[in-house]
């Protein structure tokens, strides 16, 4: 395996998958597919308490504020069970790693459903953490793996595209569910979802074995060298910029766009359904150069984020930001997974444990920033500062990590 990427910003190598991916192999779309619907049930359950969190406070009897946990503690697991799964695998086939996962996200879900208590949600919502950090770990390289790799960036784009289809009808239908027949039912109706997953996953993934077991010290290869760093750099301040505005949206559609609760329904609805676009649009831009990905991501967030100050008001105003903003995020999780992809070929969950890291630890501290600029100074101090933060990260994409990737090769798992 070459220590280097002798073409720096093309298109996604071999080597990002560890295993040599069989060329033109039809029968690999299917397994992409699993892997992908299991991403969409993954990303529904985790944000599903957001729309049932009063009615899961009243029948477990705690606050809302208490009821919150179910939203961060997923979250803070997540950020430490990326690093710590990647090296706790092993060589353990990565089939039988996904399945495990897939196993644990439906444990969650029934638990979840039958919990007669706050501290067994807890526990439930805390396997979900356990399985989220995982996921994000190992499912973009699996999908890789199983494709040729002219076809990995669009495999990486079908796995990822889970993500905006669950903000475009996996929330949604949860709280639907939840208004319906109870929160009890919309967690049994993920489970049921997760089982079918499980299923179509144990006949289609085919054997994924690893080169050689990740390392404890392996992890630390994406911040010893250059162009794995700047990608973390440019993925924090990123993110961070995003959720200190994100988190303000509605706030900043009612107050700042004075639009009525039916046209911010339908807005954010909008949203969902352009980074749905934008994610399958930044497939097309890494599968030609991960770093430019990258770029074209920050600067279209940065001028969304900017543009949401200075737009004025009124739904057309309203909705031109939210096209922009939704196609923008819509292709983070591309950009910033396809260019780690490509800046460390050699040692590609080393590089995703870290950037779910990043990720998580992104989001709390942006939305604790964006919150204090809120109670200090109103919701466009969140978004200018979502912008500046954007920026920055936009300057790290252009500036930072031009060399090589090269370093003694670390083998992929």
């Not at 991403?39 to 029948?59: C, H, K, N, Q, Y």
């Not at 993500?163 to 929160?183: H, K, R």
């Not at 967030?301 to 008001?313: F, I």
Request: net charge positive; glycine share 10%.
């Amino acid at each position: 395996m070459p220590s280097h990427c002798p073409t720096c910003d093309g298109a996604l190598p071999a080597a990002a998958s560890p295993a040599a991916a069989p060329p033109h192999a039809r029968a690999a779309w299917p397994a992409v597919g699993a892997v992908a619907v299991g991403t969409f049930v993954m990303v529904s359950t985790e944000f599903m308490p957001i729309g049932l969190l009063t009615d899961i406070a009243r029948g477990l009897q705690v606050s809302d504020g208490v009821a919150g946990l179910m939203v961060t503690m997923p979250g803070v697991l997540a950020a430490l069970a990326g690093p710590a799964l990647s090296v706790a695998a092993g060589r353990l086939d990565r089939r039988t790693v996904m399945l495990a996962l897939t196993a644990l996200l439906l444990a969650s879900n029934l638990l979840a459903a039958l919990a007669p208590d706050f501290a067994t949600m807890l526990l439930a919502r805390l396997m979900l953490g356990a399985a989220v950090g995982g996921f994000w770990t190992f499912a973009p390289g699996v999908a890789g793996q199983m494709v040729s790799p002219a076809a990995q960036a669009r495999a990486l784009s079908l796995v990822l595209a889970g993500v905006s289809v669950s903000t475009v009808l996996g929330v949604p239908a949860g709280s639907l569910l939840g208004s319906l027949a109870g929160w009890r039912f919309a967690f049994a109706a993920s489970a049921a979802l997760t089982l079918a997953v499980l299923l179509a996953q144990w006949r289609l993934l085919p054997a994924l074995p690893p080169a050689r077991a990740i390392r404890p010290a392996d992890l630390l290869t994406p911040l010893r060298r250059a162009r794995p760093r700047a990608v973390l750099v440019a993925v924090v301040l990123m993110v961070m910029g995003h959720f200190a505005a994100y988190t303000y949206l509605k706030p900043l559609l009612l107050q700042v766009f004075a639009l009525s609760a039916t046209q911010v329904t339908a807005l954010l609805l909008t949203y969902g359904a352009a980074g749905f676009a934008g994610n399958f649009l930044v497939g097309l831009i890494v599968a030609r150069s991960a770093r430019a990905g990258m770029m074209a991501t920050t600067a279209l967030l940065a001028l969304a984020l900017l543009a949401s100050t200075l737009a004025g008001s009124g739904f057309a105003a309203a909705a031109a930001v939210v096209l922009a903003w939704g196609v923008a995020f819509g292709m983070v999780p591309g950009a910033a997974t396809g260019w780690m992809l490509r800046s460390l070929p050699d040692a590609p969950e080393a590089g995703q444990a870290m950037l779910v890291t990043a990720f998580q630890v992104a989001i709390a501290s942006g939305a604790t920033l964006g919150g204090r600029v809120v109670d200090g100074s109103g919701v466009p101090g969140a978004m200018l500062l979502g912008a500046a933060l954007v920026a920055a990260a936009l300057a790290a994409a252009t500036t930072l990590g031009r060399g090589r990737a090269g370093a003694a090769a670390v083998s992929a798992p």
